[in-house]
């Protein structure tokens, strides 16, 4: 299969490389995409074990529409009665533009006419649409003349690995922590360090990367509403997955003044990572007294926008510079 796996800007090339990783061939950097190949078990192995993807998409059909009724008459033609039942809840996203078509709700209504007619023609009934919790996913991706329709493989984004169940003030995204984490070969580092951890992603995240644990092992995915699923290649990934695991004895160590996200953090160790040795400690990082020589120092600090006043950062970024040097000798501060 031609697979497009989307992420942020400035995460291509890392998300290339876990691709190459993985298992994807003929991988290829975009914009806010990396393109590749896979077969079924690497589509299910990526989506299980890569960090800094949103979701991975499979293009089903390319095609020339200036407007809606051509855009419909190809999403007619579209077999999507071999893809999925009639019984599944589907949900259709545009993104990109069309010169025109410029109405993208408009877009998505005669999309989801032409998938509906397909279903009542060939089965008599036709999929209800679920925006919240859909089985299947299609993305219209427009581009000037140019239509591709695909299947969004992952359903629930990928960043969303189901370990954050109460979160912080401003918490970091998960895809974008670890993202940032892959660009400064955190999993070559000595330890890391969060001065400013909140709920604590850039910690989960890097000891994910350190231990080599794939970050999506038991959530679920719209591959398995495929017609064509396969849960015993689903399952043998899994364990494929979990066999490259190396454990961690690295020290992964998180700050915050703020006692009450660090008690969040805390339950989040014990809720989803038990094993971890991750250790949180509740005091300001003017206090911090560690030694992680050689360590990677991360944070994701107020910047004066969704948090902090401005005139207080400049000290704060100061005190952050002498805590990097106190705890991390030799090491980064990223
Ligand atoms: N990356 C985190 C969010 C960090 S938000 C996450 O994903 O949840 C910034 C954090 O910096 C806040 O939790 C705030 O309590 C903390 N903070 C601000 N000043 C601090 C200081 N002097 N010492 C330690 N933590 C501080």
Redesign the pocket.
Same mark, same amino acid.
């Given at each position: 299969m031609e697979c497009v796996a989307t992420c942020r800007p400035g995460l291509e090339g890392v998300l290339a490389e876990e691709i190459r990783e993985l298992g994807g061939t003929s991988v290829e950097a975009a914009k806010r995409a990396v393109n590749f190949r896979a077969g079924q078990a690497e589509l299910y192995r990526l989506n299980m074990g890569l960090r800094s993807a949103i979701q991975i998409l499979v293009p089903l059909r390319t095609f020339t529409a200036r407007d809606y009724d051509r855009l419909y008459y190809q999403a007619r033609r579209t077999n999507w009665h071999q893809l999925f039942r009639r019984s599944s809840t589907i949900r259709i996203d545009v993104n990109g533009r069309s010169p025109g078509m410029t109405n993208s709700q408009y877009v998505i209504h005669r999309v989801k006419d032409a998938i509906v007619d397909t279903f009542r023609k060939l089965e008599g009934e036709r999929p209800s649409i679920s925006k919240g919790d859909p089985d299947i996913h299609i993305v219209v991706h427009l581009q000037g003349d140019r239509v591709t329709l695909c299947l969004d493989s992952s359903g629930i984004p990928l960043f969303k690995r189901g370990y954050r169940v109460e979160? @912080?003030?401003?918490?970091?995204k998960e895809d974008l922590?670890a993202g940032m984490l892959l660009l400064g070969e955190a999993g070559a580092a000595a330890g890391l360090v969060d =001065? &400013?951890? @909140?709920? @604590?992603?850039?910690l989960f995240e890097g000891w994910m990367l350190m231990a080599r644990r794939a970050p999506n092992l038991d959530r679920g995915f719209a591959f398995e509403h495929w017609l064509d699923y396969d849960p015993e290649v689903h399952a043998a990934q899994r364990v494929y997955l979990r066999e490259r695991e190396v454990g961690c004895d690295k020290p992964v160590l998180g700050?915050?003044?703020?006692a009450a996200?660090i008690e969040q953090a805390r339950s989040i160790k014990e809720a989803f990572f038990a094993e971890a040795d991750i250790r949180f400690t509740a005091e300001? *990082?003017?206090q911090m007294a560690v030694d992680c020589a050689g360590g990677l120092m991360v944070a994701? =600090? =107020?910047y004066g926008e969704r &948090? @902090?006043r401005e005139e207080d950062l400049g000290l *704060?970024y100061r005190?952050l510079g002498e805590g990097s040097k106190r705890v991390a000798r030799g090491g980064r501060l990223l």
């Open positions: 979160h @912080g003030p401003a918490p970091i922590a =001065p &400013m951890c @909140g709920s @604590g992603t850039f700050w915050d003044k703020d996200v300001p *990082l003017q994701n =600090p =107020p &948090m @902090g *704060l005190e």
